[in-house]
């Protein structure tokens, strides 16, 4: 840098120090988009990198693009879906992830649009089309739009990048994310405990919620956290052997402080068939389901005890309503037959649903089950799409030996047998577990003999 521009730079600096001075002293309420300018620019610089290629403004991109996919920094109502600092945050991250994807689309489009993806592809345009009857048609797009923004970015990605690399800068992002959330837990209880309503009275719950908005979302975040690490447990160990401890310890105990059972068992579950069901090892999967059957048979007679294992309220009746989900069922099926072809409209739960509050029985904003969701919201149409589009990424994984792809779609699957998992209205994570499913790359392509539970135990 010469004399002259330095000089320059001063005069500059001293320049915009004055006007931000004269703005403070004359205008007050500009400290805010004077203080918002830094991130603006480096927002800006950000974009630039990633859309140059530059390796560390993508894997940074994700890093915030994961981080944000289920953060909320308000409380507000289920029907207000106004514009606010959050949704304009988000919807700038969206809008980058998928011009980064577009700009380069000849490096990913024809690892997307294979034959195996094409019902895949055919469902998430299905969600926009369903927009055209939504109550409101230009909420459903957005929340379309996230869901193929990460479609798109998993696909530049995962075709451009290494995949451990990735899904370490991901638990990384889930990882701060459950720090984050634990420091609120603490530091403004009426914002981190899980909050909920019964017949019009407020109660805050001990279970953890976070920035996640609710315990079951951010059980969600960490028990993929736990997923992604088991399944890359020695590429993680390779790169830095604190990965693996850290997360496991973080994301455990973000689990248990959320008290989500369903999370809970989907940890389990798929990183037991992970690494247990092969032919070599599955005498150990004999075993392990004789010994729980062995500790069931030995803990049925304690009858109260397990039902507080399995209700929170010790209540019989908590578990064979699954907590309220089967009058949610019931009234959302017969809703759903008043609209069998393209449902009320991608993402439109969130507005149909508290309007039959009657005959649900309580105030719920989505269906807590995911073929019931996709059934309310895009119709029958909708639902035989996201089935063939299961099956058929199933069906490859089976035929390519890619248990990876596998735990993916069953962590979307397994939670969407209480939940509405991916589908709901904007992305989550497990939208997120599901675009990647449809555009992880076979390990050979991305310098990866085999996974590393496959070297181990196969």
């Not at 005069?11 to 830094?38: D, K, M, N, R």
């Not at 092969?278 to 069931?296: C, D, E, K, N, P």
């Amino acid at each position: 840098m010469t004399a002259a521009d330095r000089t320059a730079l001063v005069l500059l600096s001293g320049l915009c120090a004055a006007v931000a001075a004269a703005l403070v002293l004359f205008e007050p309420s500009a400290i805010l988009t004077i203080a918002a300018l830094p991130a603006v620019i480096a927002f800006a610089l950000l974009a630039r990198g990633a859309l140059y290629e530059s390796k560390t403004a993508v894997l940074l991109l994700a890093f915030i693009a994961v981080f944000l996919l289920d953060a909320v920094f308000r409380v507000r109502e289920y029907e207000d879906k106004g514009v606010d600092f959050q949704v304009i945050l988000k919807l700038g991250v969206w809008a980058m992830i998928a011009a980064v994807a577009l700009v380069h689309i000849r490096s990913w489009l024809a690892n997307l649009l294979t034959p195996t993806n094409l019902t895949a592809v055919m469902f998430l345009v299905w969600l926009f089309l369903t927009a055209a009857v939504s109550p409101m048609p230009a909420y459903s797009l957005v929340a379309a739009f996230s869901i193929a923004a990460y479609v798109l970015f998993a696909a530049y990605l995962f075709s451009n990048y290494d995949a451990a690399e990735i899904f370490a800068v991901i638990v990384a992002a889930l990882v701060g994310f459950c720090i984050v959330s634990i420091i609120v837990y603490f530091a403004v209880p009426s914002f981190g405990h899980y909050v909920y309503w019964v017949n019009g009275e407020r109660y805050v719950s001990p279970r953890l919620s976070g920035i996640a908005g609710s315990a079951n979302n951010m059980g969600r975040v960490a028990a993929f956290a736990l997923v992604v690490t088991g399944l890359y447990a020695r590429e993680f160990h390779r790169m830095n052997r604190l990965i693996v401890p850290v997360t496991a310890i973080v994301a455990g105990v973000t689990l248990v402080m959320t008290n989500s059972r369903t999370s809970m068992m989907m940890v389990a579950a798929i990183l037991f068939a992970s690494y247990l069901l092969t032919w070599r090892r599955l005498y150990i999967a004999v075993f392990v389901l004789s010994a729980g059957l062995v500790a069931l048979a030995i803990l049925l007679p304690a009858g109260d005890q397990v039902l507080m294992l399995l209700s929170r309220g010790g209540s019989m009746d908590e578990v064979t309503s699954m907590t309220g989900r089967t009058e949610i069922w019931y009234a959302v099926a017969k809703l759903a037959e008043t609209k069998p072809l393209m449902g009320f409209g991608y993402a439109s739960s969130v507005f149909v649903l508290p309007e039959h509050e009657r005959e649900v029985g309580f105030l719920t904003s989505h269906a807590h089950n995911l073929a019931l969701q996709l059934l309310l919201t895009t119709g029958w149409v909708g639902l035989v799409l996201f089935a063939l589009s299961t099956l058929s990424i199933g069906f490859r994984a089976v035929v390519a030996g890619d248990r990876r792809v596998l735990a993916f779609l069953s962590f979307v699957l397994l939670n969407g047998i209480t939940e509405s998992s991916g589908f709901t209205t904007l992305a989550n994570i497990c939208s997120f577990a599901f675009a990647i499913a449809i555009t992880l790359q076979p390990a050979e392509s991305v310098h990866e003999v085999r996974p590393a539970y496959q070297r181990r135990f196969s």
